[in-house]
């Protein structure tokens, strides 16, 4: 089993940055493909971005191409989300996750969730 805590999430002015880290223990860490998703009030919980279990290979939703970048150290047990040039409509519960599998930007695959970290994104 893995266990996952995120950490990172706060207010910014829009345009503005945030790093989201998300520390894991348990299990192999270096075993799992990792992913990043979001839920806004009201909104479904949406795929942002994930990354293979070696690091070699990343995928971003569309809404985020360009702004944000995943990352993770392996000897560190720790995945992060750089995100840039942040919008309102960024605004929600960032949530990592971590997948046995080939990295996916389908939630259902992902079998272990941390609690969250809200980002807030003001105009």
């Known amino acids: 089993q893995v266990q996952l805590v995120e950490s990172g999430g706060g207010l910014v002015q829009a345009g503005g940055s945030l790093r989201l880290a998300c520390a894991a223990s348990?299990?192999?860490?270096?075993?799992?493909?990792m992913g990043w998703f979001r839920q806004a009030p009201g909104k479904e919980r949406e795929f942002v971005a994930a990354i293979s279990w070696s690091g070699g290979n990343t995928y971003y939703a569309d809404s985020v191409k360009g702004r944000f970048t995943i990352s993770r150290d392996n000897a560190d047990n720790t995945v992060y989300l750089q995100m840039a040039s942040l919008k309102p409509e960024d605004t929600a519960v960032y949530y990592c996750?971590?997948?046995?599998?080939?990295?996916?930007?389908?939630?259902?695959?992902?079998?272990?969730w941390g609690q969250g970290t809200q980002v807030t994104v003001s105009s």
């Open positions: 348990g299990r192999s860490f270096r075993r799992y493909a």
């Open positions: 996750a971590a997948n046995e599998g080939l990295y996916s930007s389908d939630y259902a695959r992902y079998r272990y």
